[in-house]
């Protein structure tokens, strides 16, 4: 299984992003689907996550500005970022939570994308 995440870049403070994550992949059932994100000199925090019927929760840091959905037909999830702030500097990662065909819980994350807000 892997996941590609794609979408980072650098932004001014205000403006907006789309970052997009499509897991590859057969044999497991997928349950959640996240973005964490690590800034510098911090350790990795959940952004918000997605559950299969849709539910959605989110950093207090982060709510009212960002928005993440998935489509299960394309395996993708998607974070909307509007209002940014320096203080979403960060590489951002995603991940997917699910169950394998021999009911093994798996945990995969993508390899990260860069998000840089300036000032």
């Known amino acids: 299984v892997q996941l590609q995440a794609s979408g980072g870049g650098l932004v001014q403070a205000g403006g907006s992003l789309r970052l997009s994550c499509a897991a590859s992949g057969s044999g497991f059932r997928i349950d959640d689907m996240g973005w964490y994100r690590q800034g510098p000199g911090k350790q990795r925090e959940l952004v918000g996550r997605i559950s299969g019927s849709g539910r959605a929760v989110y950093a207090d840091s982060v709510k009212g500005r960002f928005a993440i959905s998935r489509d299960n037909a394309k395996k993708m999830v998607y974070l909307q970022m509007n209002s940014l702030k320096p203080e979403d500097t960060a590489v951002y990662y995603c991940?997917?939570?699910?169950?394998?065909?021999?009911?093994?819980?798996?945990?995969?994350w993508g390899q990260g994308t860069l998000v840089t807000v300036s000032s």
């Open positions: 991940n997917v939570k699910g169950v394998t065909s021999y009911s093994t819980p798996v945990d995969y």
